[in-house]
């Protein structure tokens, strides 16, 4: 019986429905007009992001989406429901795995109305991103919040918040990345997603990497600080493969203009080349399902463009997606998961 059981919802960004234009449009309208996404005034957003980042986005954004649909459709959904599978056989019958996303489907509405419907007694959601951030974990829970309010569906909910920190997550990535010989390659790059530079300045009063302590430490506030967070996943990688400072660096990819997190990827690539590192491996840490940004972005135009300025080879580490290590550590933080306050 439902009600006797605990509904675990895992989120994540999301993608669009088909690799068309149309599509592309519906998925980017609902994905960039989120106001934790681009937290402009609400007039400014709507016509930056609706007569201008769209419209010029929408053909270079399905090409991309294009290049990276499988006969199964978008990576990010089908490795969802993979790890779902594999997540609801660990967990057993106490407990009923969802899927769902942000942006587009499947709709996380229609996954609250089920639960309502079927009476769970308890709601673990899980944001699939390791590092805290407004625009992907605060979002994801202010969204779930308001629609069990909206739809009047009255159950405990915890949430695993983040997971940057946690031993088994760490040691599933170190496990992907040892399948590649580490130590054969001459540099490590650790590529997270990047954000806006004023997303940071909301808790992080030193982003000036002249003073910023995040590379090296752990500052007071540095839970609440995506940089920080980041660089602290990197240090407890770093760690467990046994790589020195030399060995490694840390970058920032996906960015939409300047003042964005630096240093960006491809610069950090294009430098290590001009030191004669040759062949590098990149993980991406903030990614636990390929995507976009890791497949396309990583593995198809950074590599290319590391390989046409004289590059031996740029390798991709994948993503954890349903590896078993990675489903062990999520039936891990499901079962430590903590009730937020009403």
Not at 58 to 71: E, H, I, Q
Not at 120 to 136: D, E, H, N, W
Not at 157 to 163: D, I, L, R, W
Not at 301 to 316: H, I, K, S, T, V
Request: net charge neutral; hydrophobic share 40%; proline share 6%.
């Amino acid at each position: 019986m439902s009600e006797k059981k605990t509904a675990v919802l895992l989120m994540n960004v999301g993608s669009p429905d088909k690799p068309e234009p149309g599509a592309v449009w519906i998925y980017l309208t609902e994905f960039l007009n989120d106001k934790r996404v681009i937290d402009l005034p609400w007039l400014l957003r709507k016509f930056l992001v609706n007569f201008i980042i769209i419209p010029f986005r929408v053909l270079n954004s399905t090409r991309l989406y294009k290049l990276l649909w499988t006969g199964k459709g978008s990576p990010l959904i089908f490795y969802s429901f993979e790890m779902r599978d594999k997540l609801q056989a660990q967990l057993g019958s106490d407990y009923e795995v969802f899927v769902a996303m942000r942006y587009r489907n499947p709709d996380y509405r229609k996954v609250i109305a089920r639960i309502k419907k079927e009476g769970y007694k308890r709601l673990v959601l899980f944001p699939l991103y390791p590092q805290y951030a407004m625009s992907t974990n605060e979002t994801t829970v202010v969204a779930v919040q308001d629609e069990l309010k909206r739809q009047e569906v009255n159950i405990p909910m915890s949430v695993v918040c983040q997971f940057y920190d946690h031993p088994g997550f760490i040691k599933a990535l170190a496990a992907r990345g040892n399948e590649y010989n580490v130590s054969e390659y001459d540099h490590v790059v650790f590529s997270y997603h990047g954000l806006p530079n004023r997303h940071l300045e909301r808790v992080h009063p030193g982003i000036n990497p002249g003073i910023c302590t995040c590379p090296t430490e752990m500052p007071a506030h540095g839970k609440t600080c995506y940089r920080a967070t980041c660089y602290a996943t990197t240090r407890l990688l770093a760690k467990e493969l046994d790589l020195k400072p030399a060995d490694y660096s840390v970058a920032f990819q996906s960015r939409l203009d300047k003042d964005w997190m630096e240093p960006f990827t491809d610069k950090v690539l294009l430098s290590k080349l001009k030191e004669g590192k040759k062949r590098i491996l990149v993980f991406a840490p903030a990614f636990v399902t390929d995507c976009l940004e890791t497949i396309i972005e990583i593995g198809d135009e950074y590599r290319e463009m590391f390989l046409e300025n004289g590059g031996n080879d740029l390798q991709l580490v994948p993503a954890l997606n349903a590896e078993n290590q990675w489903v062990d550590t999520m039936a891990n933080l499901v079962k430590g998961s903590v009730v937020l306050d009403k």
